[in-house]
């Protein structure tokens, strides 16, 4: 079975704390890409970024940066220095090569982040 | 510019009246794909599309019919809506069907069936 699976489904922090979103997937296929959506209060989806199997470098754009770990199934993405503006709901996905032609998505992690 | 476009972006309507939602993209792309998002449920694929008149169920295909007769274009058609429709709706769409990119999503669309 594949599955995402976003524990977290509401954080709050203060203005400028660091924070966390983690996302644990399942899957047994070997080729698969793991995706960070970003859904503000206007409700459209926002791509944050792609990471496939074979690559577990770890990335950092800006305050954003993410940890992609195979030996514990896990891409959690951290805010540094949060602001207003990270508020949103973010979304973990997961495709594969296997034939589901599916985005699996987690049910998603309410950030929000008080001035 | 390249985008998803769907429309209507917000809808209220009653049950049992015939709605389309459009779904429109100018990227060429193979794959076309409809979720739903609910409160707890994050988003669930509805119907997806690999190419022209080829269209599959996702999981949650109940009440709910496509069509794909043009590449650029895939509706969602509810026939006669039902309150348990009442959603947030996005189109997606992806250059092809192995999925190796991210998702090219629409803007969305509130529907609300009372």
């Known amino acids: 079975a594949q599955k995402v699976t976003q524990a977290q489904t509401e954080i709050s922090v203060v203005e400028k704390e660091d924070v966390t979103l983690d996302c644990v997937y399942e899957?047994?296929?070997?080729?698969?890409?793991l995706f960070w959506y970003k859904q503000p209060p206007s409700g459209e989806l926002v791509f944050l970024i792609r990471r496939n199997s074979f690559d577990e470098q770890n990335e950092i754009s800006g305050r954003y940066s993410w940890n992609f770990q195979k030996s514990t199934s896990s891409f959690n993405f951290t805010i540094t220095a949060s602001q207003v503006v990270d508020s949103a709901v973010y979304f973990c996905?997961?495709?594969?090569?296997?034939?589901?032609?599916?985005?699996?998505f987690g049910t998603g992690t309410r950030l929000k982040v008080l001035a | 510019e390249a985008q998803v476009t769907q429309n209507p972006r917000y809808l209220i309507t009653v049950t049992g009246k015939k709605l389309t939602v459009t779904c429109s993209q100018n990227m060429n792309h193979e794959y076309m794909s409809w979720y739903r998002q609910d409160p707890g449920l994050g988003l669930r694929q509805i119907y997806y599309?690999?190419?022209?008149?080829?269209?599959d169920k996702g999981d949650v295909p109940e009440g709910y019919k496509v069509s794909r007769k043009e590449k650029r274009n895939f509706p969602l058609i509810l026939e006669s809506p039902s309150p348990n429709q009442t959603s947030l709706y996005f189109c997606?769409?992806?250059?092809?069907?192995?999925?190796?990119?991210?998702?090219?999503f629409g803007q969305g669309t509130r529907l609300t069936v009372v």
């Open positions: 599309s690999m190419n022209v008149e080829v269209t």
């Open positions: 997606a769409s992806s250059p092809n069907r192995n999925l190796n990119t991210e998702a090219f």
């Open positions: 996905a997961l495709s594969t090569t296997s034939g589901t032609y599916k985005y699996i």
């Open positions: 899957t047994r296929d070997t080729t698969y890409y």
